[in-house]
């Protein structure tokens, strides 16, 4: 093919095609489906000690939706100044826009510090839906 007495490469003439394409079909993101942005979902984290225990209690909140369902799980990581010492993890039914859980989770071993737990809400496929951070020093 030649343009103004010079010859367009192929390679160029396919980019330059695809390009156009592109450009003239727009490209729309994954979460415009059906016209709707879907839900946002958040969390919040509260931890309270009795002897020798936390409590960690996740709410887990959908703004403009509901929650995944049928089920979810809340995996919680406890550190002990920034090491990881357990893991714990609760699934529960969902039937609206809040669902909580509590996991039980024993003190570290070596008792005193600074505490951090890391919530990640997971729906019943696997997916991260929210994750979210509470704290507590002994």
């Not at 160029?12 to 390009?19: E, R, T």
């Not at 403009?64 to 995996?75: A, I, K, Q």
């Amino acid at each position: 093919m030649r343009t103004r007495g010079r010859k367009l490469s192929p390679l160029l003439l396919g980019l330059f095609v695809s390009l156009s394409i592109v450009a003239v079909l727009g490209v729309t993101p994954a979460y415009a489906k059906g016209g709707s942005g879907g839900p946002t979902y958040t969390c919040s984290v509260a931890v309270s000690y009795t002897t020798n225990t936390f409590y960690v209690k996740t709410t887990v909140t959908a703004s403009g939706g509901y929650l995944t369902g049928p089920s979810e799980s809340d995996n919680v990581k406890a550190y002990i100044n920034g090491v990881l010492y357990n893991t714990q993890s609760s699934t529960y039914t969902v039937g609206s826009n809040v669902a909580s859980t509590t996991v039980t989770i024993p003190v570290a071993s070596n008792g005193s510090g600074a505490y951090t737990f890391q919530s990640a809400i997971l729906n019943s496929k696997g997916s991260q839906l929210a994750a979210c951070t509470g704290t507590y020093t002994l």
